[in-house]
């Protein structure tokens, strides 16, 4: 029971770790991208809109599934508590606690993965308007330059 105990909790740690990797890689590369961007480059807004979100569904999926991927891991850390319990029949109040604890520290880890996600996707999609709005900008004063 301990080693599927401890296969639970490294599984979880493991994909939440995963995770937490795959938002921050995106979010880097997104953000150089979007820094680079001049938006004078595109033709089209669609295409320019396109080609500034993509990849930014990753971060928010990883923020929106983080905290249920941890608590995922606390419902089951705290089955097998339980199960170890009935199991022992006379229960070690430590051992209970020991093992709620560390059950609950997978939804902890589920928020420290999804709260920067959330804050990292809230700020790329800010500087994606930044971008667009400086696209139209720039088409608006070329459109009323034209027709001087």
């Known amino acids: ?12 740690m493991g994909v939440l770790g995963f995770m937490s990797f795959l938002a921050l890689s995106v979010a ?19 295409l320019l809109e396109k080609d500034l979100t993509k990849r930014l569904y990753i971060i928010a999926t990883v923020a929106s599934n983080a905290p249920y991927v941890g608590l995922l891991g606390t419902v089951i850390g705290i089955l097998l508590t339980f199960y170890t319990m009935g199991q022992k ?44 709005l400086d696209y139209d900008a720039f088409y608006s004063r070329e459109c009323s330059s034209s027709q001087e």
């Open 28 to 46: 880097i590369e997104r953000y150089l991208f979007i820094r680079s961007v001049n938006p004078k480059d595109y033709n089209s807004r669609a």
């Open 89 to 132: 029949g006379v229960v070690n109040t430590k051992e209970i606690m020991v093992g709620l604890a560390l059950a609950l520290k997978a939804t902890a880890l589920g928020l420290l993965v999804a709260i920067p996600s959330v804050i990292i996707y809230n700020f790329l999609v800010r500087k994606v308007k930044e971008k667009l």
């Open 1 to 12: 029971m301990e080693s599927l105990k401890e296969y639970v909790d490294y599984g979880i």
